[in-house]
């Protein structure tokens, strides 16, 4: 079977969610990725090593343009005759994916966890991570958009072959004036560690706490809800339910009561700790770990420690 | 302008959730529906805050079943002028669009927004869908939105930033926040909602594309470990050699 994978490189590298798309596709069948921009061909012949037999890569498109990135994916569905595709639930692919769903009139299945079932169903998240649906597809042709973080990614030492593609993407509809990278180098949405603080740390100017913890660690940091509404961090990491869903391999959250709406949003992280004053706080039954203090104490022991495990490791 | 605002549905955040019917339904027993706080929060209010400096309508689109009048009641209630309900069950996101797109076409809009996503199904499928069927732009997760005559600045979200963009009408925006603050309706906007028209019209024929067979839960956590305070040692070790994530 013929699988194309989507994967976005507008930021000039290939993120880990990108690697875990083709390694997905890599799974179902015999994958082609296609991507646009200005990204080099080494990088590109790369991801081989994760299973993509080859990589078409279209230079005129430099821009996120849904209308555009869709027409692409199309005429190389189409060439290569696949009948899956596979993006990444990411911010690009949330808006590539239903486009193109609608155009090639094919099934979407989005959130998607796991690889599909021998009836073809896919696993995907529901109701902000509080459960699982099962997709099944009416539709010849399938597309899945991948929950980052949710699968393994594993190395074959394969190269992929790398192909300039050139299809008719139409003009571009969206004109970007303007772009403001988010500061810190390990996005939210992909980071594997994660450092998370609530209105417990009492202040913006208390966050220096949490910022030395995520750095000896080397993991992002996201806070609950009422923090960034009233601004004392930034609304990108806001997580939960109206925020970002993530799942990292280990959630530390500090000063957050654990509401139904923030857990949402990180239950389906590996680990969860909990730092909380309150024994009674109900984030405490979702924690692998709890410490029942208070975080302006324990958050600067845990970083000292962490920075002593990793001078010895 | 004329402005389109996607309504739907969602559970009330603090439901429980389980299925019925040999897992096959969500169990509707006890739970409250409001409506999605990304389509009432941000989409709704920013369209009506662009009503009020520049004129127009707000009109909002559901599709659905008697049962959600209430909820198009108080998107109304809050200063929608007109409601439209699609009657039917809304299973399918290609299915859903489709409505919306079809009376879109007919009622020609200069903006049409979604919210995010909806926090049951958190597909985020049904805006970027309904901007392919007009052949439309589609910004995609906007936490700003200024309109200048028939030129809108948005700013949207995208991987490892912000992306300031220009758009001209008539496109499809789906609303994350940032967009708009929420508005408390009055009274005096519960009492107008009762009066304000709300048409409903019957579904155009469309395919399903998929179809949930079946859900489950998450696996129950075993116990919470406590450690002390004062021993971060002790965490530190747990997480590498038992949790194995550093
Ligand atoms: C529709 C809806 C959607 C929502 N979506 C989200 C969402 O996406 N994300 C989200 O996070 N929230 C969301 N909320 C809000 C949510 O209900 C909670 O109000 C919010 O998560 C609480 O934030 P918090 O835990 O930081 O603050 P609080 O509830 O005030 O908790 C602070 C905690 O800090 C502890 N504490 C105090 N001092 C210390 C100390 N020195 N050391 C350690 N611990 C301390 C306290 O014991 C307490 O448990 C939503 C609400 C609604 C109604
Ligand atoms: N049944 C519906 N009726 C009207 N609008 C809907 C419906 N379902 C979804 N939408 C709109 O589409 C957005 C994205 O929904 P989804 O694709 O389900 O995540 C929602 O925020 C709504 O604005």
Redesign the pocket.
Known sequence: MSVLVYIDTLNGSIAKNALEAVHYGSKIGTTTVVTNGSIGEAELAGLGNVGASKVLVHRGVTTGDAAQITNIVAAAAEAEGASTIVFSQDLTGRSVAPRLSAKLKAGLASGAVALPAADGSVKVNVFSGKAFGNVAFKSDKKIIALTPNSIQVGETGGSASVEEFSADAGAASVVVKDVQKQEGDILLPEAELVVSA???LKGPENWGMVEDLAKALGAATAC????ADIGWRPHHE??????VAIRPNLYIA??????I??L??VNGSKVIVV????PE?PFFKAADYGIVG???EVLPKLKEEIEKFKSQN | MKFLVCISKAPD?TSKIDFTEGNSKFNEAGVQYIVN?YDEWYALVRALELKEAAGGTVTTITVGTPADDSIIRKALAIGADNAVRVNAEANDAYFTAFQIAEYAKANGFDIVFTGKETINYNGSQVGGMIAEMLGQPFVSLASKLDLNGSVATVNREMTGGVEIVEVNTPFVVSSAKGMAEQRIPNMRGIMAARTKPLEVIEPAACDDLVSFQSYSLPEAKSACKYVEPDNMAELVSLLHNEAKVI
């Open positions: 609530g209105r417990g609950s809800r009422p923090v806001h997580v939960g339910q109206t925020g500090a000063g957050i009561s654990g509401a709406q923030h949402a949003g730092i909380n004053t309150d706080a208070d975080a302006f | 955040t706080p």
